[in-house]
Every structure is written in structure tokens, then in C-alpha cells.
């Protein structure tokens, strides 16, 4: 949340088209956690980092849910698991096509 609220501060920062400085910039999300604890998280800061500016792709988070009641980080699953990784693949290749998307194209400036 820290950094949610740090965010806040670029809503009154523009750049020399009246654009806040996060326009033109994408973010993805990842979660740890339980399922619907994760998709709560997921929906929450989709809001929160759009409405400063950055823009969500198509696939934009991924998570891991581990056993219930288990003491076993993801950091320390081996081998890592093959559908958050898949996931975690396609949400890169993701980001990495819209930030070059926005880079040939970005928003346009505010009127």
C-alpha cells in the first residue's frame, strides 16, 4: 500500500502535454497468496494503477497459490510450478509487446 500511496503524488504531476507522467507506461501484477485473495488483490490494483496513469495489459497479472496451511514459499518451490510460470511468461511477453506499442504510439495529449 506504501507505494499505492506514493503513486498518488503523480496525479498532480504533467509532463509538457498536460499528461500524467505514468501515461505511456505499463504495469503487471503478481500475488501470492490464496485464490480469491488473489484475484481481490489483482482487481484492486488493476484500479488503483490505472487511475494513475499506467495502463494493464491483456493477461497483466499472474499468482501462485500454494497448499493450504503449508509452510512453502514460492521463492523455495522446486520445481517452480508449470502454470504460474506459463502464466508469469505470458504476462511478460505481454507487457513488453504494449510498452512497445505505446512507445510507437502513445496517448495522445490532453486538449
Known amino acids: 500500500m506504501t507505494v499505492l500511496e506514493r503513486l498518488d503524488a503523480e496525479l498532480s504531476e504533467i ?3 498536460a499528461r500524467m507522467l505514468t501515461y505511456d507506461k505499463v504495469a503487471g501484477i503478481g500475488v501470492v497468496g490464496n ?3 488473489a484475484h481481490h488483490v489483482t482487481a ?3 484500479q488503483a494503477l490505472s487511475d494513475v496513469g499506467f495502463t494493464i495489459p491483456a493477461n497483466g497479472s499472474t499468482y501462485w497459490v500454494g497448499e493450504a496451511m503449508q509452510g512453502v514459499d514460492y521463492k523455495d518451490k522446486q520445481p ?3 502454470k504460474t510460470a506459463g502464466t508469469t511468461k505470458t504476462m511478460a511477453r505481454n507487457l513488453a509487446h504494449l510498452a512497445g506499442l505505446l512507445v510507437e504510439s502513445p496517448y495522445p ?3
Open 15 to 17: 509532463d509538457d502535454t
Open 35 to 37: 485464490e480469491d485473495g
Open 80 to 82: 517452480t510450478p508449470e
Open 44 to 46: 484492486e490494483l488493476c
Open 109 to 111: 495529449a490532453r486538449e
